[in-house]
């Protein structure tokens, strides 16, 4: 199976001299295309800094990150923000949506930004996809929290990427809407609307939310601290203790 994303020998620091911190330590790692992985560790780990170089939101130290294939390093910034206009969505804690816009008007406003018209089959097929095909009309406010991440998802979704990022997607939401959240994101992989798989990448500090994965990669001290296959919340947990006591 081909990969989504490809990291090779990633080292982020920030600072330099003595007062240099390394977030991430020769990080080698594949997530392949049509994959849910859940990214752990403790506080601190570089779980966040991972997302945020694997995105081309920030770059690295030294080493590489490829996404569908295509090598980031050496790029302009304007080539590194075509790429990701095309290839990657990404989900925030926060829904970043703005309040005066509707939910559809919010999907299309990563494309208006870009200088172009959105295409209104496609952000209503984006809705569609999780589950908000009636709410195309509804402003931030007229929706639950549930419902807002969703639309955030849609947004990150309708210029089929081939990645979706998310950083702790359902940090902000209850027990019940983040469990449906979760069916969102592990339909995208499993039993997609329009027959494309999603390739997901998600941090989470959740147990519960990491077993909704395919895999669990662990992070301590900015490398790579294992790997946990159809990962169990009891397995999960279990692990991230065994960190947490070997700092």
């Known amino acids: 199976m081909d990969d989504a994303v490809r990291l090779e020998a990633l080292t982020r620091s920030y600072g330099s001299g003595d007062r240099a911190t390394v977030a991430l330590r020769e ?9 849910f992985t859940a990214i ?19 770059r690295p130290t030294s080493g590489r990150v490829f996404i569908d294939g295509k090598d980031l390093t050496g790029l302009s910034e304007t080539a590194l923000t075509e ?3 095309e290839s ?5 804690q926060a829904f970043n949506l703005l309040p005066s816009l509707t939910a559809e008007q919010n999907v299309g406003l990563p494309i208006r930004l870009a200088g172009h018209r959105p295409d209104r089959r496609a952000v209503r097929q984006a809705l569609a996809q999780v589950g908000l095909a009636n709410k195309g009309g509804s402003r931030p406010g007229q929706l639950s929290g549930g419902q807002q991440q969703r639309v955030a998802i849609a947004r990150a979704l309708v210029t089929r990427p081939a990645v979706l990022f998310a950083d702790e997607p359902t940090g902000a939401l209850d027990l019940t809407a983040g469990r449906e959240l979760l069916g969102v994101l592990r339909d995208l992989v499993d ?14 500090h959740d147990p519960n939310v990491a077993s909704a994965a395919d895999r669990v990669v662990f992070l301590a001290d900015g490398r790579v601290a294992g ?3 159809a990962p169990a919340p009891e397995a999960v947990a279990a692990r991230m203790t065994d960190l947490a006591v070997s700092r």
């Open 83 to 85: 790429l990701r206009r």
């Open 88 to 92: 990657v969505g990404f989900v925030f």
């Open 27 to 35: 990080v080698h790692l594949r997530f392949p295309q049509g994959g």
């Open 191 to 204: 039993d997609p609307a329009d027959g494309r798989p999603a390739t997901v990448i998600m941090v989470t």
């Open 40 to 58: 752990m560790g403790p506080s601190g780990s570089g779980k966040s800094t991972l997302l945020q170089c694997a995105a081309g939101l920030d």
């Open 227 to 229: 790997e946990l296959p």
